[in-house]
């Protein structure tokens, strides 16, 4: 036969398992809580507390405390020496057109960066690593002016572009941090009442670009100059115009000395503001010190 109490023992088993354990009081709502087991799938993610909430989190590319990788592998110098690299500051031939067309540049003299500066043009900063304007050949198709100036580099176009334009004339002269500053502020400079310094000359590895005929180069020499115009008109194809009877050839031909930082100021001078005079030194051994 039948087991009664196998049969009994079975139902009962089959009846705690659906409705709980024996003994379990039933919740008010009907339901049975016997904990939070079945929803900790739910609240199991991410939450806004810990390093998110206290803003301790490690900051963005830390490696968990090992070496990082740009340090573990130091082995290609790309940006070596980079906060120490010489910057400038370009000038387009298109902008020099615009300052020349507002009035803020004069094109009837010299123009080095006094004229570029007060005529906000540009602007240097000597101890951030500038180190002067380069001219870029940008408007060169539609440059017209007729100048005399002076930067620190240019390119080939945008000398072809001045020197096509009725002989305008570009020197290129390396400038000094301080000197930098005198050209760029030269009113609170002569304010203090110093005599203006000779401006150094170019580092080594800046000698020979300075020395080239080609880039119209201070330290070249003067009588290369008409060779070097001639070679620059025969490749860009135009006809240099003869200035010698232009009535700018003072202008054009003006030209500063290579430790001379103002164009009509020598080195040595002291420059008056109150009184508005020039001093120039007498004495034999300044004079020999201030001369080039």
Same mark, same amino acid.
């Given at each position: 036969?039948?087991?009664?109490? #196998?049969?009994?023992?079975? *139902?009962?088993?089959?009846?705690?398992? /659906? @409705?709980?354990?024996?003994? &379990? +009081?039933?919740?008010?709502?009907?339901?049975?809580?016997?904990?939070?087991?079945?929803?900790?799938?739910?609240?199991?993610?991410?939450?806004?507390?810990?390093?998110?909430?206290?803003?301790?989190?490690?900051?963005?590319?830390?490696?968990?405390?090992?070496?990082?990788?740009?340090?573990?592998?130091?082995?290609?110098?790309?940006?070596?020496?980079?906060?120490?690299?010489?910057?400038?500051?370009?000038?387009?031939?298109?902008?020099?057109?615009?300052?020349?067309?507002?009035?803020?540049?004069?094109?009837?003299?010299?123009?080095?960066?006094?004229?570029?500066?007060?005529?906000?043009?540009?602007?240097?900063?000597?101890?951030?690593?500038?180190?002067?304007?380069?001219?870029?050949?940008?408007?060169?198709?539609? #440059?017209?002016?007729?100048? *005399?100036?002076?930067?620190?580099?240019? /390119? @080939?176009?945008?000398?072809? &572009? +001045?020197?096509?334009?009725?002989?305008?004339?570009?020197?290129?002269?390396?400038?000094?941090?301080?000197?930098?500053?005198?050209?760029?502020?030269?009113?609170?400079?002569?304010?203090?009442?110093?005599?203006?310094?000779?401006?150094?000359?170019?580092?080594?590895?800046?000698?020979?670009?300075?020395?080239?005929?080609?880039?119209?180069?201070?330290?070249?020499?003067?009588?290369?100059?008409?060779?070097?115009?001639?070679?620059?008109?025969?490749?860009?194809?135009?006809?240099?115009?003869?200035?010698?009877?232009?009535?700018?050839?003072?202008?054009?031909?003006?030209?500063?000395?290579?430790?001379?930082?103002?164009?009509?100021?020598?080195?040595?001078?002291?420059?008056?503001?109150?009184?508005?005079?020039?001093?120039?030194?007498?004495?034999?051994?300044?004079?020999?010190?201030?001369? /080039?």
């Amino acid at each position: 036969g039948w087991d009664f109490r #196998f049969h009994l023992r079975k *139902t009962t088993s089959r009846r705690s398992q /659906s @409705e709980g354990p024996a003994g &379990a +009081i039933p919740s008010a709502n009907g339901k049975d809580d016997r904990g939070g087991g079945e929803e900790v799938e739910d609240v199991a993610e991410a939450t806004d507390k810990g390093e998110r909430q206290r803003g301790t989190r490690p900051r963005l590319g830390f490696e968990g405390g090992q070496t990082p990788f740009y340090i573990r592998i130091p082995k290609y110098g790309f940006n070596e020496g980079h906060s120490f690299r010489r910057q400038y500051q370009p000038l387009s031939l298109n902008r020099l057109q615009y300052l020349i067309d507002l009035g803020r540049v004069d094109p009837t003299q010299p123009i080095d960066l006094t004229q570029l500066v007060n005529g906000r043009g540009v602007t240097i900063q000597p101890y951030k690593r500038d180190y002067g304007v380069q001219l870029v050949e940008e408007g060169a198709d539609t #440059f017209k002016a007729k100048v *005399t100036i002076e930067v620190q580099l240019a /390119s @080939e176009r945008a000398i072809a &572009a +001045i020197e096509e334009r009725g002989g305008g004339v570009v020197t290129t002269a390396f400038c000094d941090p301080r000197s930098l500053e005198i050209l760029c502020k030269p009113v609170p400079f002569f304010l203090r009442g110093q005599p203006i310094p000779k401006r150094m000359l170019p580092p080594e590895a800046l000698v020979p670009y300075y020395t080239d005929a080609k880039n119209r180069g201070d330290l070249a020499d003067p009588a290369k100059f008409p060779e070097g115009r001639l070679e620059l008109a025969q490749k860009y194809g135009y006809i240099l115009p003869d200035v010698t009877k232009d009535e700018l050839f003072k202008v054009l031909t003006t030209r500063k000395d290579p430790r001379q930082i103002f164009f009509g100021l020598a080195p040595g001078r002291v420059v008056n503001m109150a009184d508005k005079k020039i001093l120039k030194p007498t004495e034999e051994n300044v004079l020999k010190y201030y001369s /080039s």
